[in-house]
């Protein structure tokens, strides 16, 4: 009997012992979780899927958090474990353990600017996103011109290039249904792929955003007048095969081009895009400035001068050309 007693009793200050420890332990582990951490520097870190003891290691190895037991048996204690997500993270200096588990099981991964510049064919937007060393994956073969929306695209690392495009493919899709439900009155097509094909040329026109509801209805006025649309960039698509440049400037002999894409020589608009144009493009194309303008040149300044006749056309053509020789014999 006193064996036995002695036995209960010390496996009671056992426990007694254990439970101490415990709470020692658990008022310890709750001190480090909330105490700043070592980082000095805020720091972007990729974290592998793999689980909670890899985690820990590669946090404990860049100095974010120390001891990786301790980040191990507090995610273990709170029923983490399973909630970490992978991905790429920017850590603050100082960060606490706590904050840590908190933005890994939040998953605000950080978020990189993918920009797809206005006016691209899709091959080179294709080519764009394969150079970019944060997509992953492989990506179907091209698709038509404009079915896809140019933005600055906020992606974590490793989306996949194919789900990036099907965004872009989605939001030319939102954006043209937008754009047409409010379309100007009497605009001289009647389906919103023809919008599509008049905002690529004006795209491919001008750059500037404020010249792009005068050049659609330059292109509007002449189509409602049965005018061709004479627009250069259809010449060097015909001429380019497809592509947006040419290493020489175009030609009188160019303009005769026998292509269905040359609006010197076709009536009305190209059979197809000849780019992916922006939203602004588009916003002009379904409701172009409400100017009578027949013609444009540029201006020597980036921009275009305007005209209503073609004798006006004609002057503002003519000091172009003084600008553009002027240029040229300055390069001389």
Not at 76 to 96: D, M, V
Not at 183 to 207: F, G, H, K, M, Q
Not at 253 to 266: A, G, Q, V
């Amino acid at each position: 009997m006193r064996l036995l007693a002695r036995l209960a009793g010390g496996l009671a200050a056992t426990a007694l012992l254990l439970a101490i420890a415990a709470v020692v332990g658990w008022r310890w582990l709750e001190h480090w979780l909330d105490r700043p951490g070592p980082l000095a520097a805020e720091t972007v870190l990729v974290l592998p899927r793999g689980g909670l003891d890899s985690i820990a290691a590669r946090l404990e190895e860049t100095g974010i958090v120390e001891p990786g037991w301790a980040f191990v048996l507090a995610a273990r204690l709170q029923g983490r474990e399973r909630t970490l997500k992978a991905g790429e993270y920017r850590f603050a200096a100082g960060i606490t353990p706590r904050a840590v588990l908190d933005l890994l099981e939040s998953g605000r991964v950080v978020l990189h600017r993918i920009t797809i510049p206005e006016g691209l064919t899709t091959a080179e937007v294709h080519a764009l996103l394969e150079a970019s060393d944060v997509l992953d994956g492989t990506l179907p073969e091209p698709g038509p011109d404009g079915t896809l929306l140019p933005e600055t695209w906020l992606v974590p690392r490793g989306e996949p290039r194919a789900r990036l495009l099907e965004r872009m493919r989605e939001a030319m899709r939102a954006t043209l249904a937008e754009l047409w439900e409010r379309r100007a009155p009497d605009l001289p097509y009647t389906r919103p792929e023809e919008a599509v094909i008049l905002a690529s040329l004006v795209e491919r026109e001008t750059p500037k955003k404020e010249e792009q509801p005068l050049v659609a209805a330059v292109f509007v006025n002449r189509l409602k007048r049965g005018m061709r649309l004479q627009s250069d960039p259809t010449v060097i698509f015909a001429l380019a095969g497809g592509r947006n440049s040419l290493e020489r400037p175009l030609t009188r002999r160019d303009l005769e081009i026998d292509h269905p894409f040359n609006t010197y020589r076709i009536a009305g608009l190209p059979p197809a895009p000849i780019a992916n144009p922006g939203r602004s493009a588009l916003e002009a194309a379904l409701d172009p400035a409400d100017v009578d303008y027949l013609y444009f040149v540029a201006d020597g300044t980036g921009g275009h001068a305007f005209a209503r006749t073609l004798a006006e056309h004609n002057r503002n053509v003519a000091r172009w050309r003084r600008i553009r020789d002027g240029a040229e014999r300055a390069e001389e």
